[in-house]
């Protein structure tokens, strides 16, 4: 979708319902391809405000959150400080929330973030910055919050609102229950909220259950509000925000009583919107290809029918007329779009020898293929394609593993302490070990960084995992490859940046086995990020990788992790498993132990991952069975990625 930039400030449009496709939406927003261009746009109308208002003479009061969403942003403002001149020497800013209780220190207070994302790189001043304060007493947090009211007041009211929205519909931190009239004041986080901060603060206990907040009311009284939002995890509270009823059970939709404010999306996060999602049910469409296999998938599993036994008023009566005039009749387009999911179907994901490619995901030749399979984490490998995995090996093709980073933070301080404790009672007078025992009993709670010790530690109970589960697979260990991608490597959540150091180790690996095929996560959905930054990783090597003669022979095949699977009409490549298959895939995922029983960072499914990889690939097979195709017990789903 085409980001129209002469609509990014015209809500009137949105407003009238002008546009028949936004027709069902209540609050202007604009889609992005990427929140990168977003970030960009949206930094430009803040640096103009800043600017209008200098000329004035007068000052630039802004709103400001913090949170994963608007980081590029900041970074974007830090540049044109730097850059362009742009002073924040008129500007007086108030944030939207902070933890309570919560030190300034803290590395995790929203105090720390907004220093080290913004205000330690401008030229603001000092007494301009309003932060809640995390440490002020009980019996004076009311006078506060009434204060912090007045003082926005006072300075003349917020120009200007800058939002993310969290997945409990809050913004701020108004969770669900905050009424249209609401002040600046203390409250209970909602336990979602909680579940999203708890790797940040490396588990839920640690998480504070009360922050102060600015209010609805505090927030629909700036004078323009700009809300972010990227990324899949969005997108259905992005639509319930958008085209749903104002309720106090979705606080952000108050916002639509708001007449200045636009949502800026990114494609995930718009994903759910009717008009990206079933855009034939607003207006007529261009039927591209990609575009009919969504809507027939749609229409039947809408109807609860298998393709073969649509019928044309099934198509008339759902917006899909037009669709029916250029393909003749139900039974041709039926016909056509069983073929073409039916071709997906293969159980030879590295191609099948000797046989007629045309009509197969993967072409037969050459019939041993080289192979690498990127897995970001040592254990996606086996979670979210170990049953094509194991097929590649058995049908001969030469697999490599390439473990992208080292995974050290989700190991546990009870499972390093156990392999510390074992390595010492073989040698007792092991510096290393009696160093990391020591150090693991004195670790404060919610101290979040390791010694170096500890986290190779942690690191080496992964890679024996790993290779524990590749041997059980059948690959020898040199093709096992550990590259520990430095951006990984800051013993937090937080990661630091790609740099050419990463992508040049991504070059080697590629440029030394010259791959036929490249598996790679397309999960865009973990919670922190790290898949993204290594499919980035591999997206940047193979641009610069480009011009080498193998790489027109080599194809790249996406798997999704542990968080998310790919939609029916996406998937490219289905490969089904067999009962016994499932269990090996079982097997191997078992060797990942310090995942197993409660691991770290368990998202908000309390399943085990070996439990979520079962289900996902059984549903995939069940939804394939519903659209008319063969009952397999379970199927794994890729998607081709062309570069
Ligand atoms: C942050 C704040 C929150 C966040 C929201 C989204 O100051 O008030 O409402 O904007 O939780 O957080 P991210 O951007 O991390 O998804």
Redesign the pocket.
């Known amino acids: 979708m085409e980001v129209d930039f002469a609509d990014y400030k015209n809500i009137s449009y949105t407003k009238a319902g002008k546009f028949e496709e936004t027709r069902f939406e209540k609050i202007h927003n604009v889609i992005f391809q990427t929140s990168n261009e977003a970030s960009i746009l949206v930094a430009q109308e803040i640096a103009s405000l800043i600017r209008e208002k200098e000329l004035l003479n007068q000052p630039c009061v802004l709103g400001?959150?913090?949170?994963?969403?608007?980081?590029r942003l900041y970074e974007e403002l830090v540049r044109m400080h730097k850059e362009e001149g742009l002073s924040f020497a008129n500007v007086i800013t108030f944030?939207?929330?902070?933890y309570y209780p919560m030190e300034k220190s803290n590395i995790q207070s929203?105090y720390y973030?907004m220093h080290e994302h913004l205000f330690n790189h401008v030229d603001i001043l000092q007494e301009n910055i309003n932060i809640p304060d995390g440490k002020v007493n009980a019996e004076n947090l009311y006078q506060y919050c009434i204060d912090y009211e007045l003082k926005i007041k006072d300075v003349g009211g917020l120009d200007f609102q800058l939002?993310?929205?969290?997945?409990?519909g809050?913004?701020?931190?108004?969770e669900p229950g905050s009424h249209l009239n609401s002040g600046t004041r203390i409250i209970t986080l909602d336990h979602l909220?909680r579940v999203?901060?708890a790797p940040a603060f490396l588990g839920i206990d640690n998480v504070p259950r009360k922050a102060i907040?600015m209010g609805i009311g505090t927030v629909l009284s700036a004078k323009r509000i700009i809300l972010?939002?990227?990324?899949i995890?969005?997108s259905d509270i992005i639509r319930q925000t958008i085209e749903g009823n104002i309720s106090a059970n979705v606080p952000a939709t108050y916002l639509q009583q708001h007449e200045n404010t636009t949502f800026i999306l990114d494609k995930e996060a718009s994903s759910e919107l009717t008009r990206v999602k079933t855009p034939w049910l607003v207006t007529s469409c261009v039927w591209t290809e990609d575009l009919k296999l969504k809507a027939v998938v749609w229409l039947s599993e809408l109807l609860e029918k298998p393709f073969l036994k649509l019928t044309d008023k099934d198509y008339n009566d759902n917006g899909m007329s037009g669709l029916l005039t250029e393909e003749g009749s139900a039974y041709d387009m039926n016909i056509k779009m069983f073929n073409k999911i039916q071709h997906t179907i293969t159980g030879w994901p590295g191609g099948k020898p000797n046989a007629d490619d045309s009509k197969r995901p993967e072409r037969a030749f050459p019939a041993k293929k080289r192979i690498i399979i990127f897995s970001p984490h040592p254990d996606d490998d086996v979670i979210s394609m170990g049953g094509t995995f194991d097929r590649l090996v058995e049908q001969g093709h030469d697999v490599h593993v390439a473990y992208q980073t080292s995974g050290n933070i989700a190991v546990s301080d009870e499972e390093a302490l156990k392999f510390a404790e074992i390595t010492r009672s073989l040698e007792p007078t092991s510096l290393n070990a009696n160093g990391i025992i020591n150090f693991l009993n004195n670790k404060k709670d919610n101290d979040t960084l390791d010694s170096v010790d500890v986290r190779k530690l942690k690191g080496a109970i992964r890679k024996s995992e790993s290779l524990a589960a590749t041997r059980y697979l059948g690959l020898q260990d040199k093709n096992v490859h550990f590259l520990n991608l430095p951006f990984y490597e800051t013993g937090t959540i937080k990661k630091g940046n790609l740099t050419q150091n990463d992508i040049q180790i991504m070059k080697d690996i590629i440029d030394e086995i010259k791959p036929h095929q490249i598996y790679a996560a397309g999960d865009l959905a973990d919670p922190h990020g790290t898949h993204k930054v290594c499919l980035d990783a591999l997206f940047i090597a193979l641009k610069q990788l480009k011009t080498n003669e193998y790489m027109d022979d080599c194809w790249v095949w996406l798997y999704r992790g542990a968080w998310h699977e790919w939609e029916s009409y996406e998937i490219e490549m289905a490969v089904p498993m067999s009962p016994d298959q499932i269990l090996k895939k079982r097997h191997a995922i078992f060797y990942h132990q310090s995942q197993k029983d409660g691991v770290m960072f368990q998202g908000d499914d309390s399943r085990e991952f070996w439990v979520r990889a079962e289900d996902r690939n059984r549903l995939t097979a069940k939804k394939y069975n519903d659209l008319g195709l063969a009952d397999y017990a379970a199927i794994e789903a890729f998607k081709r990625y062309h570069f």
């Open positions: 400001l959150a913090t949170g994963s969403s608007p980081i944030n939207l929330d902070e929203y973030f939002l993310g929205i969290g997945r409990t809050h913004i701020g931190f108004n909220t999203d901060a907040t972010l939002a990227w990324g995890n969005k």
